[in-house]
């Protein structure tokens, strides 16, 4: 059983998305020219820009971008076992930007302590 209903879930961020345009179109049009931006270098294949930012949403906590990219990276035929590699790289760089955040408080621990005197 799902977690979510994923699917529906796209529908109505999709739906929620369009209103948004409609009430600042400049916003979703900034938005959609900088997605496209990158797809338009080709040297990445739209499997791996999928697989990509599969990896950012989840590094993100975004649900709606895991929706979409999710979908995005099946139509670019990527596997189960491809997401899973390229999500464990997300959970890498987030135990890894967790580990010199403790070095960043840590040091601010440490100032606040030399500040107190």
Sequence with gaps: MAMH????YRKQI?????EVGKLSPGTVQGYVALSQAGAKT???D????ELI???AAVSLRCDGCIT???E???KHGASREEIAEALGVAVAIGAG???VYTTRALDAFSEAVKAAG
């Design 68 to 70: 979409v990219h999710a």
């Design 14 to 18: 999709g739906a929620a998305v369009g």
């Design 46 to 49: 739209a499997k791996s820009r």
């Design 97 to 99: 930007a967790s580990l």
């Design 42 to 44: 080709g040297l990445l």
């Design 53 to 55: 930012a599969l990896a």
């Design 5 to 8: 209903d994923w699917n529906g």
């Design 72 to 74: 995005e990276a099946r």
